[in-house]
């Protein structure tokens, strides 16, 4: 049998071990190898899983040795989108820890495709809101949740990777039945991880009874496997008490942790001007009252205690490499909402890589305390928010580069992981538009306004901002900026650059 680990995906995909992309079709028999050299510890269900991703790799590649026919003709223009020979996916569920994300991002880095999606299951959700409301805005074509699946298919291919699949939403739950029923029409292949077993999603939902069918298609579309390990992989790594901030809710330890993550904001900014920052998402601004450097410092109140949702996390995730959260409390069922809220929070910044440091009032799996007899779906999902929260800590979650979710400008320099020369050979030639080798402070402003935009929903961008960032840049003094300064700050400065 084989099992994997946390933090090993980063190094397989390099090609560490003898295990690469290329080498996917053989994955069970390396990983047999690894735990005889006992690299890995010994998981049956880890192996049984893998098993059934093989099955859909090999489908993937002979479905698309022969794709499905095409109507030509005039009738060919009238047509319905083709149906395409299905492929069972993989809804993989268990406790928090055992290897279900890790095993389907390795999958996903792997799959023989280029057109392909993997996304937490909340902001894909989300997304799917925003477009029907865009459809309607618009008054073009049907504004429905089946013409809206095709868009899905055709922009993201047939490969649909969901990490932590839950239904709370009554919102979701009236639609995800028409909406995976066209997808699978098309073709996609659903990939997922739960804490839940399919039927148990949506347990106490408001009519529940209309979501019922969805999860019957669930079972049949998708092969349910039960990921369950008595091993939680990520408790495995290191992380540091330092970042994660035990007050008991004592006055002294509360006041020494403040004046703590004060001084960890002044290290990881470096000196940086300290500023409000203002996000927009859904027509609504965000104000952070402390930031600099992609760096923001809040308190639980302002994100957990207030009506807040998943767009305003990933506004911030999208804003910040790093979020110093003061104050988190005890909490129990009289504080749902507010539960509700840190679980939300927790799942977004861990998807995005945020970095994490805070003060709490207890150790993670310590708090929050849920009723005997009450609704266990927060209890699941905040087991999952603690062993996160233990995760974040670690040096391998500190290691990994932020991951900001994609924005409409399309700016590939936006990605931390993508700050190579030839990427910063697209910023510069982006820019400089009249081909100078030169910026001069309209092409700098210019670039300023689309970063302001990406990771603030808004191109207002102050003069004495621009005029400091030429002061950065500008080795010279002379008014612009050459390539070699610019290639310089970059070297020097990392892609906090982009958080300007």
């Known amino acids: 049998a084989g099992a994997v680990q946390a933090g090993a995906a980063a190094r397989y995909f390099d090609g560490v071990g003898g295990w690469t992309c290329k080498t996917w079709g053989q994955s069970v028999e390396i990983l047999q190898e690894h735990v005889a050299k006992g690299t890995f510890k010994e998981d049956a269900r880890q192996l049984a899983a893998l098993v059934q991703l093989e099955r859909i790799w090999q489908e993937i590649i002979e479905r698309n040795k022969n794709p499905a026919p095409q109507s030509g003709g005039l009738?060919?223009?009238f047509s319905k989108k083709p149906e395409v020979a299905p492929i069972k996916g993989l809804y993989m569920y268990g406790g928090v820890g055992c290897g279900k994300t890790f095993i389907m991002d390795l999958f996903f880095e792997c799959a023989p495709i280029q057109k392909k999606k993997r996304s937490h299951f909340h902001s894909f959700m989300l997304e799917i809101h925003h477009r029907l409301h865009d459809l309607r805005k618009s008054g073009k074509g049907r504004a429905d949740v089946e013409t809206v699946a095709d868009e899905v298919v055709d922009q993201n291919g047939e490969l649909f990777c969901f990490d932590e699949f839950n239904v709370t939403d009554v919102?979701?739950?009236?639609?995800?039945?028409?909406?995976f029923d066209r997808m699978w029409a098309r073709g996609a292949i659903l990939v997922a991880t739960s804490n839940r077993r399919p039927d148990d999603l949506y347990f106490n939902g408001i009519q529940r009874d209309l979501f019922v069918p969805c999860i019957k298609a669930i079972k049949e579309k998708c092969v349910v496997h039960h990921l369950d390990s008595s091993v939680d992989f990520r408790l495995l790594m290191t992380h540091s008490s330092q970042l994660y901030i035990v007050t008991n809710e004592e006055p002294a330890k509360v006041a020494q942790a403040h004046k703590q993550?004060?001084?960890l904001f002044g290290f990881l900014t470096s000196g940086l001007r300290t500023?409000?920052?203002?996000?927009?998402?859904?027509?609504?601004e965000i104000r952070i009252d402390t930031a600099a450097g992609g760096v923001a410092m809040l308190t639980f109140e302002e994100l957990c205690s207030k009506p807040t949702g998943a767009a305003d996390f990933i506004a911030i995730s999208r804003a910040f490499h790093t979020v110093i959260l003061r104050d988190i409390p005890f909490l129990s069922m009289e504080r749902l909402p507010e539960v509700r809220r840190l679980i939300t929070l927790i799942d977004v910044l861990y998807d995005h890589r945020v970095k994490l440091l805070c003060s709490a009032a207890a150790d993670p799996f310590k708090l929050f305390k849920a009723d005997k007899g009450a609704s266990q779906d927060e209890a699941f999902a905040f087991d999952r928010t603690a062993s996160r929260l233990v995760d974040m800590m670690s040096d391998e979650y500190k290691a990994k580069p932020h991951n900001p979710p994609p924005t409409e400008t399309g700016l590939p320099e936006m990605q931390a992981e993508l700050m190579g020369k030839e990427h910063t050979d697209l910023v510069w030639n982006r820019y400089d538009t009249d081909g100078s080798g030169f910026l001069d402070v309209k092409e700098l402003r210019t670039l300023l306004e689309d970063l302001r935009f990406a990771k603030q929903g808004h191109r207002n961008?102050?003069?004495?901002?621009?005029?400091?960032?030429?002061?950065?840049?500008?080795?010279?003094?002379n008014g612009h900026i050459k390539r070699a300064d610019f290639d310089s700050f970059i070297e020097r400065t990392g892609y906090s650059v982009w958080y300007l």
């Open 461 to 477: 961008v102050a003069d004495e901002t621009v005029q400091e960032a030429m002061r950065l840049m500008d080795a010279d003094s």
């Open 171 to 179: 919102g979701d739950a009236v639609i995800l039945r028409t909406l």
């Open 75 to 77: 009738l060919g223009w």
């Open 261 to 263: 993550l004060d001084q």
């Open 275 to 284: 500023r409000v920052k203002r996000l927009y998402t859904q027509g609504r």
